[in-house]
Nanobody
Framework: QVQLVESGGGSVQAGGSLRLSCGYT?????MAWFRQAPGKEREGVAY???????SYADSVKGRFTISRDNAKNTLYLQMNSLKPEDTAMYYC??????????????????WGQGTQVTVSS
């Protein structure tokens, strides 16, 4: 069982930056960030494999960067040029799949408690 703890959320103005961190207790091949805004479904933001392969949702491409430090068991999400529509609770997640990595919530069995990101215009 993997335990995940996020940190780094907060409130910023549009155009600002935030860096989210997620500490995890054991390594998984595929780890990701998801987000959920009030009244909306949870959506995948980005994933990264142990080998460093990444994928992003179209809405964050060019603005967000996912990374991981396998030695420190920490997952990161650098968020730049933030927009009000990025406002959401952000969750890190670990997948049980050791072969395939996808931004589908059903693939992920372990979730952090979430960290709030609020972007004001």
């Amino acid at each position: 069982q993997v335990q995940l703890v996020e940190s780094g959320g907060g409130s910023v103005q549009a155009g600002g930056s935030l860096r989210l961190s997620c500490g995890y207790t054991s390594r998984r091949y595929c780890m990701a960030w998801f987000r959920q805004a009030p009244g909306k479904e949870r959506e995948g933001v980005a994933y990264i494999t142990t080998g460093g392969s990444t994928s992003y949702a179209d809405s964050v491409k060019g603005r967000f960067t996912i990374s991981r430090d396998n030695a420190k068991n920490t997952l990161y999400l650098q968020m730049n040029s933030l927009k009000p529509e990025d406002t959401a609770m952000y969750y890190c997640a670990a997948s049980i799949d050791w072969v395939r990595c996808r931004l589908l919530a059903d693939d992920f069995t372990n979730w952090g408690q979430g960290t709030q990101v609020t972007v004001s215009s």
